[in-house]
């Protein structure tokens, strides 16, 4: 039996991951204590998975459930010709889509929705009605 061609790389948890070259991934992440996000940040969360398809993914299914997210996909080529590693593609996807639902919960914020937080971290920022601008917070 071959040996698989693997990428191994270091995670924030205590055992080293291994992600084989040219398998498909399947990917499940979370909101923070499990939220439910509203339908609206839950489009979101899609468009931004969507848009990683043909760029550092294929992507064959992505699962936007209320609290967590399913994808089944495989890592595209890097330009040196090596697969994108795991942690990249998902920051990429966790990192734009969670500006993007924590600017629109901001909005609703104000509306009378609570506000949720995401696993993955972003700058805070607040709209300015006034101004029609964003600015960040500490």
Known sequence: ?????????????????????????FVTYTTEKRRVLPSLARDLALVHCVAQHGKRIYLHVAVIMPDHIHLLFDALDDPSG?????????RQIKGSSSRAINL???RQKRSGTTSLSI???????????QRNTFFRTQ
């Open 82 to 90: 090596n697969p994108y590693r795991l942690p990249e593609i998902m």
């Open 119 to 129: 696993t993955y971290s972003a700058p805070t920022k607040t709209f300015d009605p």
């Open 104 to 106: 629109i919960l901001a």
């Open 1 to 25: 039996m071959p040996f698989e061609r693997t990428t191994q790389f270091l995670s924030r948890r205590h055992l080293p991951h291994l992600q084989a070259v040219g398998k498909t991934l």
